[in-house]
């Protein structure tokens, strides 16, 4: 695969020169860039794959629902309807993309809609609802929008900057594109990070932006959905795994720590399961043995099999910062107070 990687390197080069005279004309006006009255805080990163993005932005509607009107966008990934909609109790995730259902299934005083065209679709919530704020989701490359504020996200195993660009590497557009962010996360870090590896990796991130934060990811203590165990009584269970994320590492290796005894049905990223999958999954449970089973999934998974496997229980996650947690809440609130135009 490597080998592979490395022969497709030219490839790379000529991605770079796109997205580099692409970004370079939005820059300077060549190619048009909306700004609204009120502040659009973007969220994404410079790698595919999966960096925290979903628990960033369930951080931030948190942090801001209770003092801002709070709208969150987002593209709808796999989704089957087309254009602008506006999430309401009929929706499922696929009629709205995974990540926004749990969005709104979660917090119930935002709005959430979903729209391939982000202009439109904050102009559409912006008549429809005037929110006071909307979070952009994985939209650090949709350049159309001009956002009052950039939030780059960057995972402490696979920093951008020890990355390259498509395909050689995993890289969406060049690292100069981190110069665009007002702060950059350090994502899924372990909680016992020493004070050695956050300096190096600020001498690695420094170039493109001081405002450096870590972050890493909490688990719920215990399960929802069909049953509410407690982490601490997991390893009791035989439990049958199911996910369907980017990188399911992380929740791995918690629950190894756990010692929780468990199968692992691994499928891709916002995978959408069929009715073949769903009675192949079934079947996997009921073949378990022990009284004591469960069937558990992340809670981006859970919105697309609930209504399909009515025994399924998820396990939470929340994005929780190292340090400097007051410095960083007070740069995003004292940035929607100075932007709010209208």
Do not use: W
Request: overall charge positive; hydrophobic content about 35%.
């Amino acid at each position: 695969m490597k080998f592979l990687r490395l022969l497709l390197f030219p490839f790379a080069i000529i991605y770079d020169l796109v997205t580099t005279i692409r970004n370079f004309f939005f820059d300077v006006g060549v190619f048009k860039q909306t700004s609204f009255k009120i502040p659009v805080i973007i969220v994404g990163n410079l790698s595919v794959g999966g960096t925290g993005k979903t628990p960033q932005i369930e951080y931030l509607i948190r942090l801001l629902k209770n003092n801002f009107k709070t709208a969150v966008l987002s593209r709808g990934y796999k989704r089957k309807t087309e254009g602008f909609v506006l999430l309401n109790e009929t929706h499922s995730a696929e009629d709205v993309g995974d990540e926004p259902l749990q969005y709104f299934k979660k917090f119930k005083d935002i709005n959430v809609a979903v729209d391939a065209n982000r202009v439109a679709g904050i102009s559409n919530l912006i008549v429809d609802k005037s929110p006071e704020l909307v979070l952009l989701d994985d939209a650090y490359q949709h350049r159309k929008v001009k956002g009052s504020f950039y939030i780059l996200l960057t995972k402490y195993d696979d920093l951008f900057t020890d990355d390259f660009l498509l395909p050689t590497g995993s890289l969406r557009e060049s690292r100069r594109g981190a110069k665009r962010a007002d702060v950059i996360l350090v994502t899924k870090c372990p909680t016992n990070l020493t004070e050695a590896s956050k300096n190096s990796i600020n001498q690695k991130l420094k170039e493109y932006n001081t405002n450096i934060f870590f972050t890493a990811i909490s688990y719920d203590d215990k399960t929802s959905g069909n049953k509410n165990i407690l982490v601490d009584n997991l390893n009791n269970y035989e439990v049958l795994l199911i996910t369907g994320i980017a990188n399911p590492t992380p929740l791995l290796s918690f629950l190894n720590e756990k010692k929780v005894n468990y199968k692992h049905l691994k499928f891709s990223d916002h995978h959408h399961f069929t009715d073949k999958e769903i009675e192949s999954i079934k079947k996997e449970y009921i073949s378990l043995k022990t009284s004591k089973k469960l069937i558990l999934t992340t809670e981006k998974d859970f919105v697309r099999l609930e209504t399909s496997i009515d025994k399924i229980s998820y396990l939470g996650i929340q994005t929780s910062f190292l340090e400097k947690q007051e410095v960083f809440d007070s740069i995003i609130k004292t940035h929607i107070k100075q932007n709010q135009r209208c």
